[in-house]
């Protein structure tokens, strides 16, 4: 038996091809790249290029848009738009509702509490001495 697809239309009119992710149902892009391990519930979008690593978890009605990565162990709350090329960073929480910019860094451990909406380009959470942050390797 063959991998099943969805075809969905996106704001540009360019047709997507999504999977359901097995541990959780939640729809997958074609080219995302998803860790066995992640959960991706049923409702929730990961879009073309998004990285989810091992044990990151994905609430229901959540979008992680393109070429966003969500670290090992990271949590996405309930209906949480992570923007396009957004990092979060290990062990790092998102709370339901939450609104995340693009290219916004999420350092690892961090909180992002409930309905919070972080602008476009933002880094949240502690950066080291070093002026790097902490966890945001791929």
Do not use: C
């Amino acid at each position: 038996m063959g991998t099943h697809y969805i075809e969905i239309e996106d704001d540009r009119g360019a047709v997507q091809r999504y999977r359901r992710h097995p541990n959780g149902r939640g729809l997958v892009a074609a080219t995302a790249k998803l860790d066995a391990t992640a959960f991706v519930a049923e409702g929730a979008y990961v879009d073309p290029g998004a990285q989810v690593q091992r044990f990151a978890r994905i609430a229901a009605g959540s979008w992680i848009d393109r070429d966003a990565i969500v670290a090992e162990g990271a949590s996405i709350g309930t209906n949480v738009h992570i923007g396009a090329g957004t990092v979060v960073g290990r062990g790092a929480e998102v709370g339901s509702y939450a609104k995340i910019g693009a290219n916004v860094r999420i350092v690892d451990g961090a909180k992002v509490d409930r309905d919070q909406v972080i602008a476009d380009g933002r880094v949240v959470g502690e950066v080291s001495r070093g002026g790097k942050e902490h966890g945001l390797a791929a």
